[in-house]
Structure formats: C-alpha cells, structure tokens
C-alpha cells in the first residue's frame, strides 16, 4: 500500500472495536505466548487452522509482526484457537499444534499446518503434513498425547471462553490489548495497515 496511515484509519473506523477492560484468560505458561512479559502492548490472535484468510495472516502478517515488535520486546503476541464449527478437521489441526506446544515445537508445527492446509483440509490427514518437520520420535511423542491426554483441549475452552468475552464472531479476529483496553479488529489485517495502528498506540 502507499500509505498506509490512510487504511489504518479506514480499519479502525471500519473494524475496531474497544471492549470493555476485563483481565483475559491466559493459561500459566502459555507456550502460545511469547514476547516480552512487560510490553506495552499485546496482540492476540484468534485463528481457525482451516480459515484461508488465517492462513494468509499466519504466513504474511505474523513474521513481520514477530520480527519487528515481539523479538524486539515492544509487544507480546499471544495466539487463540478458535476453531468454527464449519470446518470439519481443524479440531484435529489444533490438538496436533498444541500436543507439539507441550514439547516445545507449537511454532514449528503451527507454522506447518497453515502452510499445508491444502494439502490435509480436504481429508484430515494432518499426521502426514506435520511428520514432515518432526523425527519420528518426536511424532510417536504428539500422537500419544494426541490420542490420551485428556487436557489437550484446556487451552481451547479457555481460549473459546475468552473469544465470547471478546464477541468473536469471524477468524482471524484480532485483539490489541494497550493500557488496559481490548480493541478488538475483525478480519485480515495486511501488515503495513497493522504496523502503522501498533506505532499510533506507542507512541501515544
């Protein structure tokens, strides 16, 4: 875009929405969440594993954000499952990134499931797609806490929970939380029309 400050006021009128402060729901240790503990901001982020236009924030909007504010401790970012009834296998998706979560590969895995998504959405089979950045031991690892663990899907209520306090009705669906305050953005965000929004609110 030419100039980004234009569509960034064209989104906030269009998009954002400032909801009422409440303090989120954010598991301890959180492998969702990474960043500075004490960044002025924090930007969550509601995705559907098989939402194409998630898939294209993920791919597109997220590196940036993640090099540009999160590595460099002015915002944390937080991610929020959020699957839709709608899509048949992005419950399996989401118990396969957060059973990789638990070891220590959620970004790995994640960033792998967005980038198939072609490739497993029309029959489930996210197993074959996420095999091919894991060892073997390490896929005999996810498939056991896939299969047993009870838990797995904690993060998801918690997540679908805080999505209702927040009126979530669309994937992606994001929210900027700075100085108390929760503005909620429905919809793809391209990057420059993001970056000039987060630099307004620091620099206020």
């Keep these: 875009m030419?100039?980004?400050?234009?569509?960034?006021?064209?989104?906030?009128?269009?998009?954002?929405?400032?909801?009422?402060?409440?303090?989120?729901?954010?598991?301890?240790?959180?492998?969702?969440?990474?960043?500075?503990?004490?960044?002025a901001m924090t930007v969550e982020v509601y995705t559907d594993y098989e939402c194409p236009s998630c898939r294209n924030l993920y791919m597109q909007v997220l590196p940036n954000l993640t090099a540009e504010y999160v590595a460099t401790?002015?915002?944390?970012?937080?991610?929020?499952?959020?699957?839709?009834?709608?899509?048949?296998?992005?419950?399996?998706?989401t118990k396969y990134a957060n059973a990789a979560g638990q070891?220590?590969?959620?970004?790995?895995?994640?960033?792998?499931?967005?980038?198939?998504?072609?490739?497993?959405?029309?029959d489930g089979k996210v197993d074959i797609a996420v095999a091919k950045v894991l060892?073997?031991?390490?896929?005999?690892?996810?498939?056991?806490?896939?299969?047993?663990?009870?838990?797995?899907?904690?993060?998801?209520?918690a997540d679908l929970a805080q999505g209702g306090k927040d009126a979530v009705n669309q994937?992606?669906?994001l929210i900027i939380v700075r100085n108390g305050k929760r503005t909620k953005i429905d919809g793809f965000l391209p990057y420059p029309v993001l970056k000039s929004y987060i630099d307004q609110l620091l620099s206020k």
């Design 135 to 157: 060892t073997a031991a390490e896929m005999t690892k996810i498939r056991e806490i896939v299969k047993s663990d009870t838990h797995l899907d904690d993060t998801v209520t």
């Design 103 to 122: 070891m220590g590969k959620y970004d790995l895995v994640a960033k792998q499931i967005f980038a198939t998504q072609s490739e497993w959405a029309p």
């Design 73 to 93: 401790g002015k915002v944390q970012l937080l991610h929020r499952d959020f699957p839709l009834d709608m899509h048949k296998f992005t419950r399996i998706a």
């Design 2 to 39: 030419k100039n980004s400050l234009i569509p960034a006021a064209a989104a906030l009128a269009l998009f954002a929405m400032t909801l009422a402060a409440a303090p989120p729901t954010i598991p301890a240790k959180n492998y969702k969440l990474s960043g500075n503990p004490t960044a």
């Design 171 to 173: 994937t992606p669906t």
